[in-house]
């Protein structure tokens, strides 16, 4: 076991699945822009006592993100699990964003992803085995988030594109559709949307599945 690997290790989705996993054992490479998010993300994860590499990079730049990763490699090993949960989550209606916006949005919700997963995925896919998933949403698209409504639909896009180059390989790709604001304690609990990330990193090869919906109605009764 050579770990895990979170891009986009803030408060939320990203520190949730960090502790999901380091609660199998895993050791975690958490990635962010800033060092104060990967000190509150360590701290999250320490209780687990599995080891924890720090390391800071932006999503949108390739050498750092490269970098990064290969840091990650070099302290844990290949890893058996990346998770890219980078977004830019804004409000913003038809002609609100200027195109340089527009620009660095997709950049960081869905090139981000195509840069990690073209790093690592070759790896595993020599290896035979290991999971790149990626955190997704607006299972519907919305005007009032038309950013994040294109980036999402691009991430659902660059999940087949990418099963289609190395599935056959053993690359498990799959994307986890959160449908509402990540809170704790709501029905969007992000410890509750982390389960979806394990359950599709331990699926046997024939019941793969490419995306996993959070509709906040799990667990209702």
Same mark, same amino acid.
């Given at each position: ?36 998010? =990967?000190?509150?993300? /360590?701290?999250?994860? %320490?209780?687990?006592?599995?080891? #924890?590499?720090? $390391? !800071? +990079? ?38 609100? =964003?200027?195109?340089? /916006?527009?620009?660095? %949005?997709?950049?960081?919700?869905? #090139?981000?992803? $195509? !840069? +990690? ?105």
């Amino acid at each position: 076991m050579s770990g895990a690997v979170v891009i986009g290790a803030g408060p939320g989705i990203g520190q949730a699945v960090a502790r999901r996993f380091a609660r199998e054992g895993f050791p975690i490479a958490l990635i962010a822009r800033s060092d104060r998010t =990967l000190e509150a993300a /360590a701290k999250a994860v %320490a209780p687990s006592g599995v080891p #924890v590499v720090t $390391l !800071t +990079a932006d999503s949108t730049d390739e050498t750092a993100l490269r970098d990064a990763l290969d840091a990650a490699s070099g302290e844990l090993g290949p890893p058996d699990a990346v998770v890219y949960n980078a977004a830019i989550i804004q409000a913003d209606a038809p002609g609100e =964003l200027s195109v340089r /916006a527009h620009l660095d %949005a997709w950049a960081v919700n869905v #090139v981000g992803a $195509l !840069t +990690a997963a073209a790093h690592v995925a070759p790896v595993m896919a020599r290896r035979g085995g290991g999971s790149f998933l990626i955190t997704g949403g607006m299972p519907e698209p919305e005007v009032e988030y038309v950013s994040l409504s294109l980036g999402k639909a691009g991430v659902r896009t660059l999940v087949t594109l990418l099963d289609q180059a190395y599935g056959a390989s053993g690359v498990h790709v799959a994307s986890v559709t959160v449908a509402g604001p990540v809170a704790p304690g709501t029905d969007f609990d992000p410890d509750d949307i982390a389960e979806h990330y394990w359950r599709l990193h331990t699926q046997p090869r024939h019941q793969w599945e490419h995306q996993a919906l959070h509709s906040g109605l799990e667990g209702r009764r």
